[in-house]
């Protein structure tokens, strides 16, 4: 059958290293793979070099396509997506079923280039649940500048891009072993003064406006409709995580993948008149999550194949015992959240954005870093009280944490002990929160308003899921029986009717489907589900703990998933402020991205299909060959403005675009003393 990853044989291709005297044959000056094989920091151009190497194998490219075409028939926004309403109108239009046709008759020069090909038409999608992600080639390197960018407003009025000004205690801190490369690549003068570059205003990007390559970015990144959020994402930013505080490179100095070899800049250093053209390399380093390799060979065996977690299970099967239970889920390493107890991930549903770009473990310069976080603080979940003495601070990297309940514990205190300090006003940072499980968001939502019909019983969204034939072939397999220990997320045991009453065991819910015309296309969904959180595990307070008219709730725009659904119930619906920091002041700002209802992926709707025993099904997926991840929206929520129609695609424009001058960037607490100064004025 041949190899199916399209290897060529390096052995033919080996020389005798006659220079060392060896009788061993090298093959590092024409095996691409081995000659960045176990180094650490490479050019981009040689892990491009690796990459392209490989010719497309047919076996592996219909692989591919046919997973994600059948998985995407559990993806509820597929004919949404074909044309989003206003105002995404501009920003959604992908119909990526027909563009997985055309990929299929297309041909491609290496199975890298039919990789991005893929990817790109999933991002298209503007939808961080919906991704395509080959971990063979997906951030197995991350390729770097030192030179991470912030959109600052001066005193004026007139915003500027700038190299972050805490850009060289960044990069010198966390490429100690590489920050001598780009010391000596600097030209002249500036050669080893890498850090004379930071807070420089940026006049060009490779000779054009820097909003050029902004918008550009645009048009790849994907993860969220709004086009001011994926322009943000360009800038440098930050984000709590279970370990303290973390520094987001951004896209423009942080890449998934290696397709840029330098940039050239025009810049005025601060303090300086003199205009200055420089050339910047960009460099390549190994993920850590990363299988070493000796040759081209060893590569795609050890980063290419489908490994024990791509696919799903049947948990039904004698053969599941033999796993090993810590095997991580390719999904989770691009999940923006903590890992979290694989018991936890089961029982409580998420949605959660899946970014190609990993979290990184870059740590927010000590200067920047708030300081002495208040009791209740614990993992993504960080209190403070500002120095007005009334204004108290939830800073939440993530709406998930390692353990469910401890988190529900936590955030209740820390909630509490604010006010017993005194807070009487709220601002909850939520820059760069990816989601997480959905009932930690109703359960925040519900302690800082009380009990109120917007919180009781449903603090969240009403949702539908879709309706096609296998899933509803899933169902009648688990009323029958299939599912005896509760574990599938078809099972009606999960889920509750629109009046928030319990499915009973047997209710083939499914039935009769719910069919609509969505652009032109007939589709079909289940019967609105109702609360699935109440009654919580921990008893909620019996009053409100703020006054949601004095809670703020700010980021970046880059609130996704779980974080939208508690940032849109709380300004819809209780009134609280938004704030988006730092954006184009003539762009309008959405104060969240992707809203989902609940996310899933690949393997977890494997598992369903193959513990129900239909994995030989016509409709059902086969495994992946590669190690590749297939996210999916798996539940959407309805709306608020109109119940009707989905959230997703309604508008949540932000109450406040908050200029960001340059003591505020990056600095989180005085980002938060600004936006309690502004909101709360009385």
């Known amino acids: 059958m041949g190899n199916l990853f399209g290897c060529c044989s390096v052995t033919a291709a080996?020389?005798?290293?006659?220079?060392?005297?060896?009788?061993?044959?090298?093959?590092?000056?024409?095996?691409?793979?081995?000659?960045?094989?176990?180094?650490?920091?490479?050019?981009?151009?040689?892990?491009?070099?690796?990459?392209?190497?490989?010719?497309?194998?047919?076996?592996?490219?219909?692989?591919i396509i046919d997973v994600v075409n059948k998985t995407l028939a559990f993806h509820t926004s597929v004919?949404?997506?074909?044309?989003?309403?206003?105002?995404?109108?501009?920003?959604v239009h992908e119909d990526v079923l027909w563009d997985l046709a055309r990929i299929r008759r297309q041909t491609y020069a290496s199975d890298f280039d039919l990789h991005i090909d893929i990817?790109?038409?999933?991002?298209?999608?503007?939808?961080?649940?919906?991704?395509?992600?080959?971990?063979?080639?997906?951030?197995?390197?991350?390729?770097?500048?030192?030179?991470?960018?912030?959109?600052?407003?001066?005193?004026?009025?007139?915003?500027?891009?700038?190299?972050?000004?805490?850009?060289?205690?960044?990069?010198?801190?966390?490429?100690?072993?590489?920050?001598?490369?780009?010391?000596?690549?600097?030209?002249?003068?500036?050669?080893?003064?890498?850090?004379?570059?930071?807070?420089?205003?940026?006049?060009?990007?490779?000779?054009?406006?820097?909003?050029?390559?902004?918008d550009q970015n645009t048009l790849t990144t994907g993860g969220y409709q709004g086009f001011g959020t994926r322009q943000n994402t360009f800038f440098s930013s930050y984000q709590v995580v279970s370990t303290g505080w973390n520094y987001f490179m951004g896209n423009f100095a942080q890449m998934p993948l290696p397709l840029t070899d330098s940039v050239e800049l025009t810049i005025q250093r601060v303090n300086s008149t003199e205009i200055e053209t420089i050339n910047l390399p960009y460099r390549s380093k190994l993920s850590p999550s990363a299988l070493l390799w000796n040759d081209s060979t060893s590569f795609r065996e050890n980063n290419c194949a489908a490994g024990p977690a791509t696919n799903g299970d049947n948990l039904y099967s004698t053969k599941l015992?033999?796993?090993?239970?810590?095997?991580?889920?390719?999904?989770?390493?691009?999940?923006?959240?903590?890992?979290?107890?694989?018991?936890?991930?089961?029982?409580?549903?998420?949605?959660?954005?899946?970014?190609?770009?990993?979290?990184?473990?870059?740590?927010?310069?000590?200067?920047?870093?708030?300081?002495?976080?208040?009791?209740?603080?614990?993992?993504?979940?960080?209190?403070?009280?500002?120095?007005?003495?009334?204004?108290?601070?939830?800073?939440?990297?993530?709406?998930?944490?390692?353990?469910?309940?401890?988190?529900?514990r936590n955030l209740l205190y820390g909630l509490t002990n604010l006010t017993q300090q005194g807070a009487t006003r709220l601002v909850v940072d939520v820059t760069n929160n990816g989601g997480g499980f959905i009932c930690v968001a109703h359960w925040l939502h519900r302690i800082i308003v009380g009990p109120t019909n917007t919180t009781v019983p449903q603090a969240g969204l009403d949702t539908a899921t879709r309706a096609g034939p296998l899933a509803q072939l899933i169902v009648k397999e688990i009323i029958n029986g299939g599912d005896p220990d509760t574990q599938l997320l078809y099972n009606p045991l999960n889920w509750?009717?629109?009046?928030?009453?319990?499915?009973?065991?047997?209710?083939?819910?499914?039935?009769?489907?719910?069919?609509?015309?969505?652009?032109?296309?007939?589709?079909?969904?289940?019967?609105?589900?109702?609360?699935?959180?109440?009654?919580?595990?921990?008893?909620?307070?019996?009053?409100?703990?703020?006054?949601?008219?004095?809670?703020?709730?700010?980021s970046n725009g880059r609130c996704a998933s779980s974080c939208s659904l508690f940032s849109i119930t709380m300004a819809k619906e209780e009134g609280a402020t938004t704030v988006v920091v730092g954006g184009k002041a003539d762009v309008q700002q959405q104060y969240c991205g992707v809203v989902g209802g609940q996310s899933t992926d690949f393997s977890t709707i494997d598992t369903e299909i193959k513990s129900v025993n239909l994995k030989n099904h016509s409709?059902?997926?086969?495994?992946?060959?590669?190690?590749?991840?297939?996210?999916?929206?798996?539940?959407?929520?309805?709306?608020?403005?109109?119940?009707?129609?989905?959230?997703?695609?309604?508008?949540?424009?932000?109450?406040?675009?908050?200029?960001?001058?340059?003591?505020?960037?990056?600095?989180?607490?005085?980002?938060?003393?600004?936006?309690?100064?502004?909101?709360f004025s009385d």
């Open 496 to 554: 509750a009717y629109a009046n928030h009453t319990k499915f009973p065991e047997a209710l083939d819910w499914l039935q009769p489907p719910v069919k609509r015309v969505v652009n032109g296309q007939p589709d079909a969904f289940s019967q609105r589900l109702g609360d699935e959180c109440q009654p919580f595990q921990v008893e909620p307070p019996a009053e409100r703990l703020f006054d949601p008219k004095k809670t703020a709730i700010i």
């Open 321 to 408: 015992s033999l796993l090993n239970p810590n095997t991580i889920k390719p999904a989770s390493i691009f999940q923006q959240q903590p890992r979290i107890d694989p018991a936890d991930a089961r029982k409580h549903r998420q949605n959660v954005i899946i970014d190609i770009m990993p979290q990184q473990n870059i740590a927010l310069p000590p200067a920047l870093t708030p300081q002495t976080p208040l009791n209740g603080s614990w993992s993504v979940a960080q209190f403070f009280m500002l120095k007005d003495n009334r204004t108290g601070v939830l800073a939440l990297g993530s709406f998930s944490a390692s353990s469910f309940d401890e988190f529900q």
């Open 14 to 63: 080996c020389v005798y290293n006659a220079a060392a005297g060896t009788g061993i044959p090298d093959v590092r000056t024409t095996d691409p793979c081995a000659a960045i094989g176990n180094k650490t920091w490479v050019s981009p151009r040689d892990v491009r070099a690796c990459f392209s190497s490989f010719p497309v194998a047919a076996e592996i490219k219909e692989n």
């Open 119 to 214: 990817s790109r038409s999933l991002k298209r999608l503007n939808d961080g649940h919906c991704v395509y992600i080959n971990l063979c080639y997906d951030s197995l390197f991350l390729t770097f500048l030192p030179t991470p960018l912030v959109l600052l407003t001066n005193g004026s009025g007139h915003q500027n891009v700038h190299i972050a000004s805490e850009a060289f205690e960044v990069a010198s801190a966390e490429f100690k072993d590489d920050i001598e490369y780009w010391q000596n690549a600097l030209p002249g003068k500036l050669r080893g003064r890498l850090s004379s570059l930071s807070g420089a205003t940026v006049l060009t990007i490779d000779g054009k406006h820097p909003f050029a390559a902004v």
């Open 619 to 679: 409709l059902a997926p086969p495994d992946f060959k590669t190690n590749s991840v297939q996210g999916i929206t798996w539940r959407l929520g309805f709306g608020l403005d109109d119940p009707s129609e989905p959230e997703e695609w309604q508008d949540h424009p932000a109450d406040l675009n908050l200029p960001l001058t340059e003591d505020m960037a990056n600095n989180p607490v005085a980002i938060w003393e600004r936006v309690a100064e502004i909101v």
């Open 79 to 91: 004919n949404y997506q074909r044309s989003a309403p206003p105002p995404f109108d501009i920003d």
